[in-house]
């Protein structure tokens, strides 16, 4: 496939929220790589220029009235995205157009998502790039596959596939880990390729102690509904090991059982149907539509 039947195809959706002094240049590195690739920045309810400087650089701009959330933004410019496949870009600078070439290519060999995974030294901080890696821990023990970076905003889809999930997917930051976790669930086919993130332009949106929870919290919610077992289960053998070590102690100690055995030994029956009922209902929230 030539370069212009590579560029038709594709949609560049790019998230904005008060990025003036960034757009502009963003947009026109992906217009003078990707002449005939559609442009669209999502205008988060900026109070600066960035919708005009966005659209003066050759974008397709949909606004928000007011802020929704990176999530939303990612939403909004998904349903708009009229090509095949779809390349997620921040508005600050960060990514290089030029990485999309190689995201592309893993694309074509038959991957459905490709996600561009920043090495260590293109984290905010020493502390970002510790967290990350464990959430990608986490993610990996999650799914079962290894995740290489859960929360990059830099990753190619097949627009048809992403589209699956929009309903799933936060109005925050968390959309990157949401939609790795439920491709990996649907059984589609996830890549990374390394890049190298640069130095953001102007001031991070993030709070990292918040957004750092909201992270952890979204892999659990992802967790439960990707596979529940791995999340009951040790649970439940918590629970049930604590009440038998309780009961052998007070049989000992007491001769007798207590009432605190059972409620550990009960409780680590109801943890581990719970996770029996969500497994149903997963594979019901996953059932293919067609």
């Not at 400087?53 to 009229?82: D, Q």
């Not at 993610?139 to 929009?166: C, I, N, P, W």
Request: proline residues 3%.
């Amino acid at each position: 496939m030539c370069q212009s039947e590579i560029s038709s195809s594709l949609s560049f959706v790019v998230p904005a929220k008060n990025e003036d002094s960034s757009i502009a240049a963003v947009v026109g590195q992906i217009v003078e790589r990707y002449p005939q690739a559609e442009v669209i920045v999502v205008n988060d309810g900026s109070d600066d220029d960035t919708a005009r400087l966005a659209e003066s650089a050759g974008a397709k701009v949909i606004s928000h009235p007011y802020s929704k959330g990176n999530g939303a933004s990612v939403k909004a410019g998904a349903r708009a995205a009229s090509n095949e496949i779809i390349i997620f870009m921040d508005g600050d600078g960060q990514h290089n157009p030029a990485d999309a070439e190689r995201l592309l290519a893993a694309l074509a060999a038959g991957y459905d998502m490709v996600v561009g995974a920043r090495n260590r030294d293109s984290q905010a901080s020493v502390g970002r790039a510790t967290a990350n890696g464990f959430y990608n821990s986490l993610a990996s023990f999650m799914t079962g596959h290894q995740v290489a970076d859960l929360t990059s905003g830099y990753r190619a889809v097949r627009a048809d596939k992403f589209k699956e999930f929009l309903y799933l997917l936060p109005n925050g930051f968390s959309y990157p880990t949401t939609s790795t976790m439920a491709f990996f669930r649907a059984g589609y086919s996830v890549a990374y390729e390394p890049i190298v993130a640069a130095k953001r332009e102007g001031k991070s949106h993030l709070k990292p102690w918040k957004d750092g929870m909201r992270f952890l919290i979204i892999i659990f919610k992802i967790g439960t509904l990707y596979s529940p077992l791995k999340l009951f289960v040790p649970l439940a053998a918590l629970f049930f090991l604590s009440g038998a070590a309780w009961y052998g102690y007070t049989f000992v100690t007491l001769g007798r059982f207590t009432n605190m055995s059972a409620l550990l030994l009960t409780g680590s029956v109801v943890v581990f149907m719970m996770g029996l009922i969500s497994e149903q209902i997963t594979a019901l929230m996953y059932k293919d539509s067609n």
